[in-house]
């Protein structure tokens, strides 16, 4: 009996792709092996967070890097360490940022849920700017002098929610910022593909990037990278892990922490509660190993094939192929809605991509289907949509 056969679960056929509420994407036995093996012995967690940070830091072109359990974390512990950076007091006082710097200016186009994980870390959000080009009533975004005027003494950093859309460019708020030696936190959690990111934002000069483990890299659901600058990364790094230690006997791994840095030894902090464990961090550093090592052409190649797959499958459905760096497949029904939520609701589930549902068009993603999976989906999609006549 499967594991979730026993716990009453029944597996659904993912054509969302690899979002939070469908559990990810699908772990390439290279990763489920090494999770395995890593989950059979202990370790210590800030050495295996110092190789880890190693890691990140060859393929990313950073500094220094941690493994998080999530963008969503790496932002909590990103904003931790922009409001307490190595000061053990203010850690301790975190999400308390009375007197200390404790603004974080954010583009108001850029506000979104995820920035939750920034307020948990005791930050204010400064909003700037007017987008009235999503209104339609302009054509303006936040533009460098908005951002420029909000900065004061009370600011602790910049945060930056990178999208191909966000503005003033990203390279021009690093420069803004370094001229007021702030640092810029980018959410970059789902700007992957293409892999060349992985470095390109680093070298942007942004202080901290935080990427997710659970999408594009494909590695554990549960996992994420935060990376930059080295004592900004220290300072993450020093809020999540335990150091329920002796100061005298305690001996850091140099490279991730220098401990002549501090007065004395943080307590558990404010990431405690984004606590990541050795098997994830195994498997994300595995994971990631593969997504830089595979080319982005291979990788559309491999989705290409399972939508081509599909199609041959639904000759009769009319679907359109939306290139990108994951390709989808599009189709105009004049029941979306409702397909949507049958197939949703049969058994097993199939979700599909409703990211254009107010279009009337579904979507099919490629990324967490299995070939053993199409010939359900096909036959459902056939059963439940209804094409639309119109173009
Ligand atoms: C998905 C996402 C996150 C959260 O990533 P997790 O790895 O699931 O924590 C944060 N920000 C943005 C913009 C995202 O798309």
């Known amino acids: ?75 909590l512990l990103g904003a931790a360490a922009c409001l307490a950076r190595l000061h053990p007091a203010r850690m301790a006082q975190l999400p308390d940022a009375a007197g200390m710097p404790n603004e974080i200016i954010v583009v108001r186009s850029q506000r979104n849920a995820y920035d939750h994980a920034v307020r948990a870390a005791g930050a204010r959000l400064v909003e700037v700017g007017l987008p009235d080009r999503y209104a339609g009533a302009g054509i303006r975004d936040a533009e460098l002098w908005e951002i420029a005027a909000a900065i004061t003494p009370a600011t602790a950093a910049i945060l930056y929610v990178l999208t191909p859309h966000s503005q003033p460019p990203l390279a021009e708020v690093v420069a803004l910022a370094h001229r007021h030696q702030l640092p810029v936190l980018v959410d970059a959690a789902a700007q992957l593909p293409p892999a060349a990111n992985l470095r390109a934002l680093p070298a942007t000069g942004a202080d901290l990037v935080a990427f997710s483990g659970g999408k594009a890299i494909n590695g554990p659901q549960g996992s994420g990278i935060l990376c930059g600058r080295r004592d900004l990364i220290m300072s993450a790094i020093l809020q999540n892990l335990d150091l329920d230690l002796d100061w005298n006997s305690w001996n850091p791994p140099a490279g991730l922490i220098e401990k002549q840095l501090l007065p004395g030894l943080p307590t558990h902090g404010i990431g405690r509660s984004a606590k990541v464990g050795k098997e994830t961090i195994v498997g994300l550093l595995t994971a990631l190993e593969l997504f830089a090592a595979e080319a982005d052409e291979d990788r559309t190649a491999r989705h290409l094939q399972i939508l081509d797959q599909l199609l041959q499958l639904t000759p009769d459905l009319a679907f359109t192929l939306r290139p990108g760096p994951v390709p989808l497949l599009a189709l105009r029904a004049a029941n979306a809605r409702a397909a949507l939520a049958e197939l949703q609701n049969g058994n097993p589930a199939i979700h599909l991509d409703p990211s254009a549902l107010a279009d009337g068009i579904l979507r099919i993603n490629p990324t967490c289907l299995r070939p053993e999976d199409l010939p359900l989906l096909a036959s459902r999609l056939r059963a439940v949509v209804i094409p639309s006549s119109e173009l």
Do not use: F, H, W
């Not at 499967?2 to 597996?11: F, I, K």
């Not at 979002?19 to 990763?31: A, D, E, F, I, K």
């Not at 800030?46 to 190789?51: N, R």
């Open 1 to 75: 009996m499967s594991v979730y056969a026993a716990l009453g679960v029944t597996p659904i056929i993912n054509a969302k792709g690899s979002s939070t509420r469908v559990s990810g994407g699908l772990l390439s036995p290279v990763v489920t092996t090494a999770m395995a093996e890593a989950a059979g012995l202990c370790v210590d967690m800030a050495e295996l967070q110092a190789a880890a940070s190693r890691v990140i830091a060859r393929i990313t072109g950073a500094e220094a890097g941690v493994v998080t359990s999530g963008a969503a974390a790496g932002l």
